[in-house]
């Protein structure tokens, strides 16, 4: 699987982003999808996930409320739309693809990753 984010940049405290991963190379049914982040200095973290195919999405709690996650079959693409975006969410974003119906919040659970897009978030 080959993932491509893109959709990140610079926004200010209370507005809203929407980031895009494009997946390719195989049969999506059975596949989950996340997007995590990191900040500087600290760990990746989770921030939210949703099962190709099927209703269950998965979202921490630090962004549930304001973060939403969503899929479009035509584009193979999965979507992060940030709202009420705040200058903790500052982070370079990652999409993250698991062969498997897990929706997971571990690292370790997902096999394929993108390369990250940066989201800056200024007071």
């Known amino acids: 699987v080959q993932l491509q984010a893109s959709g990140g940049g610079l926004a200010q405290a209370g507005g809203s982003l929407r980031l895009s991963c494009a997946a390719s190379g195989r049969h999506f049914s059975s596949i989950t999808l996340a997007w995590f982040r990191q900040a500087p200095g600290k760990e990746r973290e989770f921030v939210a996930a949703?099962?190709?195919?099927?209703?269950?999405?998965s979202i921490a709690d630090s962004v549930k409320g304001r973060f939403t996650i969503s899929r479009d079959f035509d584009k193979n693409t999965v979507y992060l739309q940030m709202n009420s975006l705040r200058p903790e969410d500052t982070a370079v974003y990652y999409c993250a693809a698991a062969t498997s119906l897990r929706v997971g919040r571990q690292r370790n659970e997902y096999d394929y990753w993108g390369r990250g897009t940066l989201v800056t978030v200024s007071s």
């Open positions: 949703s099962r190709w195919r099927g209703a269950t999405t």
